[in-house]
């Protein structure tokens, strides 16, 4: 992240950082210099992730937005005492490589912003992850995750919001009992399909709930999956591809879907409560492609059982 080089202790309660004075000139120019320094790297500069957490959150943040160039740092320095100038805004030299995108196409971010960057969040905003510990503080905070979610859903962006059982301040790693999920084949998963999308992947199942085997399902709970890239919706909405049905009779629960999420999760309301103490099925078949025409690889099914 953007340090202050000047802070008197790397824990002092204050300017430990300069992400909101400097910071969008500071990772711009460092995506420049990878744009121009491509061939060196050997670097496909068409399809750039970023991951970011806590203080290194900011730079995933303000680059998500597509339009981030146009942009302004979010805050400027006071000025100086009457008669001597005013600070200018942000780094006063001229901003190197120029000539150069700074753009990603995807992103993770995770525990550190909120309440500022809100306003960050665009409806073309890059498909990301926000992540966040069951144990860390930002969880529960007014400033903090809940206010940056809340943001991405008002705009319907790609996004998955990863809750993360058991962990804290951390990445995501280790397997999550109350989601289903491996959260590194989660994330990894997720990148593969905005950044080898020359490899025409096939679509994925990232998370769908209730999880597999899960038990003691209220009958008003949501009933979801989500996938990466984005989906034909088609496919589900006025398709058969993803069903709900009751077990062992395998009888068709009527209801309707709804996508949100930038068109990567599916929502489905019964027309009924579900019944309690039974055992239901959500299959997500090979029926499901994304927008490219691609066909979901593998079929999931995810079993559930509703509280007596």
């Known amino acids: 992240h953007c340090f202050n080089p000047i802070v008197q202790h790397y824990w002092h309660c204050g300017p430990f950082t300069l992400d909101h004075w400097n910071g969008l000139a500071c990772y711009t120019a460092a995506m420049r210099y990878l744009y121009k320094n ?5 670097m496909d500069t068409d399809h750039i992730g970023m991951m970011g957490i806590s203080k290194g959150q900011y730079a995933v943040t303000r680059l998500s937005d597509p339009n981030h160039a146009g942009t302004a740092e979010s805050k400027k320095f006071s000025s100086f005492p009457a008669g001597f100038g005013t600070f200018p805004d942000g780094t006063p ?10 753009r990603i196409h995807c992103g993770w971010q995770g525990m ?12 073309d905003y890059v498909p990301t992850i926000l992540a966040c510990g069951e144990n860390d503080r930002d969880v529960i905070t007014d400033v903090g995750t809940p206010i940056f979610l809340k943001a991405l859903e008002a705009m319907n962006t790609n996004h998955v ?28 998963d997720f990148f593969d399909r905005y950044l080898k999308s020359e490899d025409k992947l096939p679509p994925v199942v990232l998370i769908a709930s209730p999880r597999d085997g899960a038990e003691g ?57 579900l019944a309690p103490g039974r055992q239901y099925e959500l299959a997500v078949t090979t029926g499901v492609k994304d927008k490219a025409g691609t066909a979901l690889q593998d079929a999931r099914t995810f079993r559930f059982q509703t509280a007596p």
């Open 38 to 42: 491509a061939d060196l790297y050997s």
């Open 93 to 102: 030299q001229a901003q190197p490589w120029q000539g150069y995108p700074s």
């Open 112 to 123: 550190g912003m909120g309440l500022w960057e809100r306003e960050y969040i665009t409806p």
């Open 161 to 188: 919001y990863l809750f993360m059982e058991g962990l804290g301040h951390s990445f995501s790693y280790g397997y999550d009992n109350r989601l289903g999920v491996d959260r590194h084949r989660l994330v990894n």
């Open 217 to 273: 399902v209220s009958s008003s709970e949501a009933i979801w999956v989500q996938f990466a890239p984005v989906i034909d919706e088609t496919t589900i909405l006025s398709g058969r591809a993803v069903q709900v049905a009751t077990l062992p009779d395998r009888q068709d629960v009527k209801g309707s879907w709804a996508v949100s999420h930038g068109g990567t999760k599916f929502t489905f309301t019964p027309d009924a409560p």
